[in-house]
């Protein structure tokens, strides 16, 4: 699809996106500047179309439709074509991502540096607050989205069963639905194979030794990427559409198999040759 929006609207006399796009009694489209050069010599209200080769009048019509094609391709084009592995000009939308504790289920632990996230050892008693996830194992990342292009990455490690995207701001905490219906866009792992939260269930086979899960928002274009560490696509929502900033999301399964596993931690670049040590205060990792 991008490179058909190129041919769309690249000039044919530069080969360069338009610039000032004007039509032609004959239909073709042509930058104004390029198409000047065309005029007949003695016949300044004539020329030769560069495409048809007709001898025209000298009347253009200026194609603005064409002109914001060709705008929205300068800025999203690189982009456009990259939908299937993760190009490293992502890389500059990279977030400084934490997570929000105040949105924290009591079922989880949130690490002093709010980078990482278990299973709480403990559920001490905690003040009813409605940004807090009641019944699922949940928290939220800050900051929240509202416009722009934005990439984390998050080290799922050993864990065997989680969720991770993003949702609306005004999800109700208090629900166990996690479809888009409600605003939530995310992907699941659970039993080896990867799942879209759509009904029925869409599953994607898991690659092996999946440790890192790349997230890609793009606001403008209204769509989501989750990408595996080896940079190939894993799964694409769009259109991703919300009056409201959207917020990263988290979720630690319960257990599998009756096993509780280890917690995962977001990824960013100082943290790629450390380790958080775990402790035992309640309700905290670190």
Request: net charge neutral; hydrophobic share 35%.
């Given at each position: 699809?991008?490179?058909i929006?190129?041919?769309?609207?690249?000039?044919?006399?530069?080969?360069?996106?338009?610039?000032?796009?004007?039509?032609l009694?004959?239909?073709?489209?042509?930058?104004?500047?390029?198409?000047?050069?065309?005029t007949?010599?003695?016949?300044?209200?004539?020329?030769?179309?560069?495409?048809?080769?007709?001898?025209?009048?000298?009347?253009?019509?200026?194609?603005?439709?064409?002109?914001?094609l060709?705008?929205?391709?300068?800025?999203?084009?690189?982009?456009?074509?990259?939908?299937?592995?993760?190009?490293?000009?992502?890389?500059?939308?990279r977030?400084?991502?934490?997570?929000d504790?105040?949105?924290?289920?009591?079922?989880?632990?949130?690490?002093?540096?709010?980078?990482?996230?278990?299973?709480a050892?403990?559920?001490?008693?905690?003040?009813?607050?409605?940004?807090?996830?009641t019944?699922l194992?949940?928290?939220?990342?800050?900051?929240?989205?509202?416009?722009?292009?934005?990439?984390?990455?998050?080290?799922?490690?050993?864990?065997?069963?989680?969720?991770?995207?993003?949702?609306k701001?005004?999800?109700?905490?208090?629900?166990?639905?996690?479809?888009?219906?409600?605003?939530f866009?995310?992907?699941?792992m659970?039993?080896?194979?990867?799942?879209?939260?759509?009904?029925?269930?869409?599953?994607?086979?898991?690659?092996?030794?999946?440790?890192?899960?790349?997230?890609?928002?793009?606001?403008e274009?209204?769509?989501?990427?989750?990408?595996?560490?080896?940079?190939?696509?894993?799964?694409?929502?769009?259109?991703?559409?919300?009056?409201?900033?959207?917020?990263?999301?988290?979720?630690?399964?319960?257990?599998?198999?009756?096993?509780?596993?280890?917690?995962?931690k977001?990824?960013?670049p100082y943290?790629r040759?450390?380790?958080?040590?775990?402790?035992?205060?309640?309700?905290?990792?670190?």
């Amino acid at each position: 699809m991008a490179k058909i929006l190129y041919a769309y609207a690249t000039c044919r006399v530069c080969m360069e996106l338009f610039t000032d796009p004007v039509s032609l009694p004959c239909g073709h489209i042509f930058c104004y500047e390029c198409i000047q050069s065309c005029t007949l010599k003695g016949q300044s209200s004539k020329l030769i179309c560069p495409l048809c080769q007709e001898l025209i009048e000298k009347t253009f019509t200026e194609q603005w439709e064409m002109r914001k094609l060709s705008s929205y391709l300068q800025e999203h084009g690189p982009l456009l074509l990259y939908k299937t592995h993760l190009h490293p000009q992502f890389q500059q939308f990279r977030e400084d991502m934490s997570l929000d504790a105040a949105t924290a289920s009591f079922l989880l632990a949130v690490s002093e540096d709010l980078r990482r996230v278990e299973r709480a050892k403990s559920h001490p008693d905690m003040k009813e607050d409605p940004r807090r996830f009641t019944h699922l194992a949940c928290v939220l990342g800050t900051p929240s989205f509202s416009t722009g292009r934005h990439y984390w990455e998050v080290d799922v490690g050993e864990v065997k069963a989680w969720s991770l995207g993003v949702c609306k701001e005004s999800v109700d905490r208090k629900q166990r639905d996690l479809s888009s219906e409600p605003g939530f866009w995310i992907i699941s792992m659970k039993a080896g194979a990867i799942s879209a939260n759509f009904i029925p269930e869409r599953r994607i086979p898991a690659s092996p030794g999946l440790e890192l899960v790349v997230i890609f928002l793009d606001v403008e274009m209204e769509e989501i990427r989750f990408f595996n560490k080896n940079d190939a696509l894993i799964y694409i929502y769009s259109p991703v559409s919300s009056l409201e900033p959207f917020r990263p999301f988290f979720l630690r399964s319960d257990r599998i198999n009756g096993e509780y596993y280890k917690g995962y931690k977001l990824f960013c670049p100082y943290l790629r040759a450390q380790t958080v040590p775990l402790v035992s205060a309640p309700g905290k990792c670190k």
